[in-house]
């Protein structure tokens, strides 16, 4: 009778240690997928029979409930940092303006995927709805459309925003998108600041970013060239942020520290010349520029941020 209690015994201890690994290893994939704490983690995987998809399945529908109360509780908060991201493919670019409330946010890496998540839809948005025209097409969004705009998982991107302010606890905000089609005989470029290089693929992130539609007049062996200059010049808009192109019929300011005319502004990148003697030489027609800095006007459009922030 002792031999056969302490055999029970030691197959419920081995059972159970078996179990706790599991559930260690459960805990801790869940933890990496999602980015909850221990404590929610735990939870989950408890309340759903150690089931690793039906508790991150619960987990996300906890966090868009909890995101969408604490975003209707957070949003008269002010949001004047985040990042710019562009995306640009082919003939069509978008940049958008996702805010939140400091810096140490915007560095978090899913604030940061979140930021290229949002680009990519805005992306797919221009490709199916916005048309080329003569030489392009621009749209604007505001907070309400971008929060409408489908996301990944049959989602919105009001419902993934509000998942991720369960997880950052902070006021996050759909601000603006501009998005853009050009036609055939014409492309557009994208840069931010700070830069991840051109090797980087993918959306690009920054507090500022431009974007610039411009016509290749020597297309064949000088394209690749031509494409470099367009992001310098997208560079050179957020540097020196310039008020209109002009064209050498332009009067140039007598003072070139006050001059807001590209064509006569002395370049970014090589001050000892001007933006048009840079455009003239490498045979590049810019034809309209889009400039986003992160926070910018923030305060004015807190009001019309928070309402839309609250209906959702």
Same mark, same amino acid.
């Given at each position: ?6 055999? +029970? ?18 805990? $801790? ?41 604490? &975003?209707?509780?957070?949003? @008269?908060?002010?949001?004047?940092? $985040?990042?710019?991201?562009? &995306? ?42 916005? %048309?080329? %025209? ?16 489908? @996301? ?24 603006? &998108?501009?998005? /853009? ?15 991840? @290089? ?7 992130? $920054?507090? +500022? ?5 411009? %016509? ?18 997208? %560079? ?39 933006? $048009? ?9 810019? /034809? ?25």
């Amino acid at each position: 009778m002792l031999h056969s209690k302490s055999s +029970f015994l030691a197959r419920f201890f081995h059972a159970s240690a078996n179990q706790l690994t599991t559930n260690k290893s459960l805990l $801790g994939k869940l933890r990496k997928k999602t980015g909850y704490s221990f404590t929610n983690c735990k939870k989950a995987l408890d309340l759903n029979e150690q089931d690793l998809g039906k508790a991150e399945k619960w987990l996300q529908e906890q966090a868009k409930e909890l995101g969408w109360a604490k &975003a209707s509780k957070l949003a @008269g908060r002010k949001t004047s940092q $985040g990042l710019i991201s562009i &995306a640009v493919e082919g003939k069509h670019a978008t940049m958008v303006e996702f805010n939140c409330e400091t810096d140490f946010v915007a560095r978090n890496k899913q604030f940061q995927g979140m930021a290229e998540l949002i680009s990519l839809a805005c992306l797919n948005y221009t490709k199916t709805q916005v %048309q080329p %025209q003569e030489p392009f097409a621009k749209v604007f969004l505001d907070t309400a459309q971008l929060q409408s705009l489908a @996301g990944p998982e049959n989602k919105s991107l009001a419902d993934h925003v509000a998942i991720l302010i369960s997880s950052v606890g902070e006021n996050l905000v759909l601000r603006r &998108a501009a998005c /853009v089609t050009v036609n055939e005989d014409h492309d557009v470029a994208g840069f931010t600041h700070p830069s991840p @290089g051109l090797e980087h693929t993918g959306p690009i992130l $920054g507090k +500022f970013g431009s974007l610039m539609v411009y %016509q290749d007049l020597k297309t064949g062996d000088k394209q690749q060239n031509v494409q470099n200059v367009a992001r310098q010049l997208c %560079q050179h808009v957020i540097g020196m942020n310039p008020k209109s192109i002009g064209s050498e019929e332009d009067t140039p300011n007598e003072d070139p520290e006050e001059e807001t005319i590209m064509y006569h502004q002395e370049f970014l990148l090589d001050p000892t010349q001007y933006v $048009g003697e840079v455009i003239v030489a490498a045979g590049i027609k810019p /034809v309209e520029f889009l400039r986003f800095e992160c926070g910018e006007g923030c305060e004015e459009s807190e009001e019309t941020q928070t309402q839309a922030a609250t209906a959702g």
